[in-house]
């Protein structure tokens, strides 16, 4: 008895750790990500999957040919193994993921999506009851995790790695040097007040036949000349410069007083050397937050670069938006089932897309040469296609 009594009580021990560990199975199996569910989790593998594989895809083959169009440059200016590949390509390879960016999210879409439908996936799913609109929401989510990805690299990693590349490119590839000097400056410094530099040189930091207007009601009524100005280099806070031997022109009503000074005058003027030496793609290489500042620096000054640099910066919020306009036409497009297969929405698709380029193009142009409001110049694009992407879901299949 006791023996069997033994036996029982192992066998009922040993079918409690063999349910417990069933459970266990049974538990990790049925895990689940919160407001996800299974089609959820295959929609999105099969959407970032794509992507990220055609991305890296697409990007290697752009920087082998890239390599082999450059490598007479490369090998003619000296270009150093470690600065070509981690201070070029290391910063070239974001770049240009970033730039086209929803162009491969267009594509991903379209590919893997074509497919699901081909294999009778997508009929499957809303015959099952599920809605189109709900077959969307993975697509999206997608969307938006690549948005947030794109917006971070544009507005924080990608600036800070442009200053290298752009650099590297004016030394080993297309040899031109950053200007060291620039004639005829005039910036508007604080308001009412003009400041002019006749010659300057970034090599010492120094200006030349500077003169310091104020103006009243459109009247002048001071003016400081000097034949020099030095940029404080030394000084811990920005915007402090040298005047050597000012001359201070002080006009009222019916008189007019002059003073000249004989000593170095230190005074501290809104404008640093950055701002006589703008660069070409010098937006490029700001975070929002130096763009904001430089926006602000030149709303003040009423200078005609203003636009270059808000263009910019409402880019950087614009460009992502457009990875969920895309992926509603690539998902609308591709959705029905077709007997010749992507041929058909991928031809759509690319006219759609090179369209939506223009217009980023176009509508560039027109802030900068027409007088376009960059805001509306940078959304453009989105609104226009907004509405293609409206009427492309309200035709798609149900």
Do not use: C
Not at 145 to 172: C, D, H, M, T
Not at 198 to 219: A, C, I, M, Q, R
């Amino acid at each position: 008895m006791k023996l069997f009594k033994r036996k029982k009580n192992k066998t009922v021990a040993e079918g409690e750790q063999t349910k417990s560990q069933s459970s266990k199975r049974k538990r990790k199996w049925h895990f689940k990500i919160p407001f996800l569910n299974r089609l959820d989790i295959y929609l999105m593998k099969k959407f970032l999957g794509t992507y990220f594989f055609s991305i890296i895809l697409i990007i290697s083959i752009a920087v082998v040919f890239d390599y082999n169009d450059n490598i007479d440059k490369f090998t003619k200016f000296h270009a150093p193994w470690n600065q070509i590949i981690f201070v070029y390509y290391l910063n070239f390879i974001p770049f240009y993921v970033n730039l086209f960016s929803a162009l491969f999210i267009f594509l991903s879409v379209i590919f893997f999506t074509t497919k699901l439908a081909g294999n009778s996936e997508i009929i499957a799913m809303q015959a099952a009851g599920v809605k189109f609109s709900r077959i969307m929401r993975p697509y999206m989510l997608s969307a938006a995790i690549i948005a947030g990805i794109s917006f971070y690299l544009g507005s924080e990693i990608i600036p800070q790695g442009s200053v290298k590349r752009l650099a590297f490119e004016n030394q080993y590839k297309n040899k031109k040097k950053d200007p060291t000097y620039a004639d005829n400056i005039q910036l508007q410094v604080d308001t009412g007040v003009i400041a002019y530099i006749g010659h300057y040189e970034n090599s010492v930091k120094t200006g030349y036949d500077f003169s310091l207007n104020k103006f009243y009601n459109k009247k002048l009524v001071s003016q400081l000349t000097a034949s020099r100005i030095t940029y404080d280099t030394l000084n811990a806070e920005r915007y402090h410069w040298k005047i050597y031997r000012p001359t201070i022109r002080e006009l009222k009503t019916n008189t007019e007083k002059i003073q000249t000074q004989y000593t170095t005058v230190d005074s501290v003027i809104i404008m640093e050397p950055s701002d006589f030496l703008a660069t070409r793609h010098m937006e490029q290489t700001m975070t929002n937050s130096e763009l904001l500042d430089q926006i602000e620096k030149q709303r003040i000054r009423g200078t005609g670069e203003l636009a270059r640099f808000q263009i910019e910066y409402y880019k950087r919020f614009a460009d992502p938006f457009a990875s969920f306009i895309l992926a509603t036409i690539g998902l609308t497009l591709s959705a029905k089932k077709r007997k010749n297969g992507m041929g058909l929405a991928l031809g759509i698709g690319l006219a759609l897309s090179a369209a939506y380029i223009l217009f980023q193009t176009i509508s560039s142009s027109f802030s900068t040469n027409a007088g376009m409001h960059p805001m509306l110049a940078a959304w453009l694009p989105n609104i226009i296609f907004s509405f293609v992407a409206a009427y492309l879901y309200k035709k798609a299949p149900r």
